[in-house]
């Protein structure tokens, strides 16, 4: 392999990341949910851009784009999502597709550099419509049943109106070819601050997390607010409150080191200042690396549901809703990066776990996977105010090229 420094084109990067912000822009950042016409925009503007790279583009019948060779030589597949949360940021997802984009420019069309880069964006990371479903979809994980009953989690849009609306469909699902790729590169910003507080360049993905999310039911008894004594209500909103007390005062001493927990929401029902609720929800979730870990805090949670029942005056049910196994990156890939980054980002980088969840967890089922990491300005994502410096970007893109040619080379 020469040693030669890709001729990675930097202000192209940062052009095509500008273009894909254009589309829903909002604030300093985008409001793009799937299947929205900036989001279609978007997936036409990159199938347009894949020949450039050498490469012949689908849109397939989930929304999924795929950028394929036909350059002899072993085949890396790389690439992320176009979509975004709403109202949230510009680099969440298009980063990696452009990190993917440029490195297919680059490799691809060099004749010196054996194999090829195919570039994939995956539909509905975001969880619009569901979890991951677009590369679920790819490795054979969705069922024509989950589409039928998939909503737009904001509208309660059908997902089978929204694909027909796209002109979507009828058209087949690809699913990967068995032995087609040596493997999956994902880039991504870190949505967290370990890099920018620690002055470094280039997380080294070492495992995504798994998500575990449930729905805890409070059922109590409505009554009137001013009439009812308080010895004999059953509050299930005051139930709720103390429910999530204990799960703070109880998970501490049987988490692992890098566990964490959210209440994403809370409902009350019937909702109204002069009614004690009669039912309350909380949809919780529970993230680790460690399938143990995430085993032991459910079982805690079902013994603090049994407590609360017991102890009245509601009685607690836990249902759990999501399940997203934990995967472990390839150290092939760590390697690949890391050696990348030794010398295209003076070796500023970490090894890191993902707090959060990604396509390449889904891709390591079925085939080696790696994930590269770089800097967030102040740790903040999912929010419009999302940033990452031109200087960092730029030095991704490289460093990621870069491991892209030493995985093709063996």
């Given at each position: 392999?020469?040693?030669?420094?890709?001729?990675?084109d930097g202000?192209?990067?940062?052009?095509?990341?500008?273009t894909?912000?254009g589309?829903?822009?909002?604030?300093?950042?985008v409001?793009?949910?799937t299947?929205s016409?900036p989001?279609?925009r978007?997936?036409?503007?990159?199938a347009?851009?894949?020949?450039?790279?050498?490469?012949?583009a689908?849109?397939?019948?989930?929304?999924?784009?795929?950028?394929?060779?036909t350059?002899?030589?072993?085949?890396?597949?790389?690439?992320s999502?176009?979509e975004?949360q709403?109202?949230?940021?510009?680099?969440?997802?298009?980063?990696?597709?452009?990190y993917?984009?440029?490195?297919?420019?680059?490799i691809?069309?060099?004749p010196?550099?054996?194999?090829?880069?195919?570039?994939?964006?995956w539909?509905?990371?975001?969880?619009?419509?569901?979890?991951?479903?677009?590369?679920?979809?790819?490795?054979g994980?969705?069922?024509?049943a989950?589409?039928?009953?998939?909503?737009?989690?904001?509208?309660g849009?059908?997902?089978?109106e929204?694909?027909r609306?796209?002109?979507?469909?009828?058209?087949?699902?690809?699913?990967?070819?068995?032995?087609?790729?040596?493997?999956?590169?994902?880039?991504?910003i870190?949505?967290?601050?370990?890099?920018?507080s620690?002055?470094?360049?280039?997380?080294?993905?070492?495992?995504?997390?798994?998500?575990?999310q449930?729905?805890?039911?409070?059922?109590?008894?409505?009554?009137?607010?001013?009439?009812?004594?308080?010895a004999?209500?059953?509050?299930?909103?005051l139930?709720?409150?103390?429910?999530?007390?204990?799960?703070?005062?109880?998970?501490?001493?049987?988490?692992?080191p890098?566990?964490v927990?959210?209440?994403?929401?809370?409902?009350?029902?019937?909702?109204?200042?002069s009614?004690i609720?009669?039912?309350?929800?909380?949809?919780f979730?529970i993230?680790?690396?460690?399938p143990?870990?995430?085993?032991?805090?459910?079982?805690?949670?079902?013994?603090?549901?049994?407590?609360?029942?017991?102890?009245?005056?509601?009685?607690?049910?836990?249902?759990?809703?999501?399940?997203?196994?934990?995967a472990?990156m390839?150290?092939?890939f760590?390697?690949?990066?890391?050696?990348?980054?030794?010398?295209?980002?003076?070796?500023r980088?970490?090894?890191?776990?993902s707090?959060?969840?990604?396509?390449?967890?889904?891709?390591?089922?079925?085939?080696?996977?790696g994930?590269?990491?770089?800097?967030?300005?102040?740790?903040?994502?999912?929010?419009?105010?999302?940033?990452?410096?031109?200087?960092?970007?730029?030095?991704g893109?490289?460093v990621?090229?870069e491991?892209?040619?030493?995985?093709?080379?063996?």
């Amino acid at each position: 392999m020469s040693d030669a420094e890709l001729p990675v084109d930097g202000a192209r990067v940062l052009a095509d990341l500008t273009t894909l912000r254009g589309f829903g822009a909002y604030e300093t950042g985008v409001h793009k949910p799937t299947f929205s016409e900036p989001h279609l925009r978007s997936l036409h503007w990159l199938a347009d851009e894949l020949p450039e790279a050498g490469l012949s583009a689908t849109i397939d019948g989930i929304g999924n784009v795929l950028g394929q060779s036909t350059k002899p030589g072993l085949k890396l597949l790389a690439g992320s999502h176009l979509e975004s949360q709403n109202y949230a940021g510009w680099l969440d997802g298009p980063l990696g597709v452009i990190y993917a984009l440029e490195a297919a420019r680059v490799i691809n069309n060099d004749p010196s550099i054996a194999g090829s880069v195919e570039v994939a964006s995956w539909c509905d990371e975001e969880g619009h419509f569901g979890s991951l479903l677009g590369s679920r979809s790819y490795v054979g994980d969705v069922s024509e049943a989950e589409l039928d009953a998939a909503r737009d989690r904001s509208t309660g849009r059908p997902m089978r109106e929204a694909l027909r609306d796209a002109g979507l469909e009828g058209r087949a699902r690809i699913t990967a070819e068995p032995g087609r790729h040596i493997g999956y590169l994902e880039a991504h910003i870190e949505q967290g601050d370990t890099l920018e507080s620690g002055g470094l360049a280039i997380g080294v993905v070492t495992s995504i997390v798994g998500i575990w999310q449930y729905r805890i039911g409070f059922a109590g008894e409505q009554n009137h607010a001013g009439t009812t004594r308080m010895a004999v209500r059953k509050d299930a909103g005051l139930a709720l409150a103390k429910f999530f007390v204990a799960i703070d005062a109880r998970f501490p001493a049987a988490c692992g080191p890098r566990t964490v927990w959210t209440t994403g929401r809370i409902s009350l029902e019937p909702g109204a200042p002069s009614i004690i609720p009669g039912h309350a929800e909380m949809l919780f979730q529970i993230r680790d690396d460690d399938p143990a870990v995430i085993e032991r805090l459910e079982s805690l949670l079902r013994s603090l549901a049994e407590d609360a029942t017991a102890h009245g005056p509601c009685r607690v049910t836990v249902e759990r809703v999501r399940t997203g196994a934990p995967a472990r990156m390839d150290p092939m890939f760590h390697h690949a990066i890391e050696t990348a980054s030794a010398t295209l980002a003076n070796g500023r980088s970490l090894h890191m776990p993902s707090g959060a969840g990604h396509d390449a967890q889904v891709l390591a089922r079925i085939m080696p996977a790696g994930m590269l990491f770089v800097p967030s300005i102040g740790g903040v994502s999912h929010h419009w105010t999302e940033d990452t410096s031109d200087a960092d970007i730029v030095t991704g893109a490289r460093v990621f090229a870069e491991a892209c040619r030493r995985l093709l080379a063996g």
